[in-house]
């Protein structure tokens, strides 16, 4: 099967080129793919995504997030596993038809794009809600189509280097987040009696709306470790079968660090009920502080360092389009042509614009929604790599490496994913996502079953 093409993957390989050109192994330490997990991940999804689960579950919050960090560990640490012992071009499909066959490699493959393609879909409706701090009367579904033409114009251009530009970006947005960290701790040290005054993470209590409150609010502290299953695709590159694990625990570690700290920061910062579903917390709790521009300012860094982000993702769905197409899993007019890349991108153009239209009906709820089917879409194929390495790793007696604490690691995962899951059916707004979600999966099921009809024993999806 065809490999994909990824941002993450792209400034792993160049990382591992840099360091054979120093002399060294043409492989990388644990400390480097950590880092470049760590930056890489960090995106909309926590950026503004935050704001949906600490309204949904005040500082319980904190909980989830940190559930999600194990449940994220155990999804890289399985694709991990199947990655030191089975290098393969492919991706999540490859391990998944030897797990369970073409039908499952096929509903899983298309999964994963239209993961990505609602993952593309949030960012952007994310770009055009950062922009309407400034430009509050421009509709959002206009925003929206603007960042779309853009987004896919910069990629129709030919321009491939996105692991550079995503590298340039990834400084500026884990900066701010440190940086972020450092005014709230020195508006801590300089004491209470001067504005802006700190107040408790819990003011509202642990759980203000209660045990479902933090329940809904999984699925989308889940997507905010969303990129997590691709940095575990390139665990091969790292020197030795020791590193891996290093790599995995110190990337989730410093990630739980950042985002806990930084939640902490704004629940401290700004009260709970203070806090809006459609604007970033962290502008929000930098508007008390009432420093001139530094709320704007903010707000431009993340503007466009998930602008760069949308940007890889989006190239990334036209190369995942492309392969599917290449492995008879696409329509034809999609495979081996001189176009291909244009047409998977036309493609991707045209249901994006479906997508964030809604915006146009939903200004209010649309990045819910889409951030809800996104990560639902992601938990599934999440779901998708824990159950191959489950059934894959039985092949692995005598090979490089087997995870510890096997098969219970993966039980683990999938018990959160489906709680999570499960979850969203009780909020009103995540239930259609949800719904819509499963029925792509039931649809993508019906369609192999009637390819494999047509096809007979011809298909080799």
């Not at 995540?430 to 019906?446: G, I, K, P």
């Amino acid at each position: 099967m065809k490999r994909i093409d990824h941002p993450i993957m792209t400034r792993v390989s160049q990382q591992a080129r840099k360091n054979s050109r120093l002399g060294q192994e043409a492989s990388i330490r644990w400390w480097q793919l950590a880092l470049i997990g760590i930056s890489s991940v960090i995106g909309a999804g926590f950026f503004l995504g935050s704001s949906l689960s600490i309204h949904a579950a005040g500082a319980s919050v904190l909980i989830g997030y940190l559930i999600s960090g194990i449940t994220a560990l155990t999804v890289f640490s399985s694709l991990a596993e199947m990655t030191v012992n089975d290098p393969e071009r492919g991706s999540f499909r490859t391990y998944a038809k030897k797990a369970y066959g073409s039908g499952f490699a096929f509903v899983f493959g298309w999964i994963y794009w239209f993961a990505g393609l609602l993952i593309v879909s949030s960012e952007i409706t994310a770009l055009a809600t950062f922009t309407r701090f400034w430009f509050p009367h421009v509709p959002l579904w206009l925003l929206c189509i603007l960042f779309a033409a853009v987004g896919t114009g910069i990629v129709l251009s030919g321009v491939k280097n996105f692991g550079t530009i995503e590298s340039f970006f990834a400084i500026i947005k884990t900066s701010a987040l440190i940086a972020f960290l450092l005014f709230a701790l020195i508006i801590f040290l300089k004491g209470s009696n001067l504005p802006p005054r700190l107040h408790s993470p819990f003011q509202s209590g642990l759980f203000p709306n209660g045990f479902f409150g933090l329940w809904q609010s999984l699925i989308v502290t889940l997507l905010s470790f969303g990129g997590i299953e691709i940095v575990g695709l390139t665990a091969d590159r790292c020197r030795t079968d020791k590193e891996v694990l290093q790599a995995g625990f110190s990337m989730i570690g410093v990630l739980l660090a950042i985002y806990l700290s930084s939640l902490a920061a704004i629940l401290a910062l700004a009260k709970f009920p203070q806090i809006d579903p459609n604007q970033s917390p962290f502008v929000t709790a930098l508007a008390i502080v009432r420093v001139p521009y530094i709320d704007s300012m903010f707000n431009l860094i993340i503007l466009t360092a998930a602008f760069s982000t949308m940007l890889g993702a989006l190239y990334s769905m036209t190369t995942i389009l492309g392969a599917l197409a290449d492995d008879d899993a696409a329509p034809r007019f999609l495979k081996n042509h001189k176009s291909q890349q244009k047409r998977c991108l036309a493609v991707t153009f045209l249901l994006l614009i479906v997508l964030i239209s809604s915006s146009y009906f939903l200004p209010k709820t649309v990045y819910e929604y889409l951030a809800t089917a996104a990560g639902t879409m992601l938990l599934l194929n999440w779901l998708n790599i824990l159950l191959s390495n489950l059934k894959n790793r039985k092949n692995y007696h005598g090979l490089h490496w087997r995870l510890k604490f096997q098969p219970f690691f993966a039980c683990f995962g999938i018990l959160i994913i489906l709680f999570s899951i499960c979850g969203a059916l009780f909020n009103d707004h995540q239930r259609v996502s949800v719904l819509l979600s499963v029925s792509m999966l039931s649809a993508l099921s019906f369609i192999y079953l009637l390819r494999k009809k047509a096809h007979g024993n011809k298909e080799q999806i």
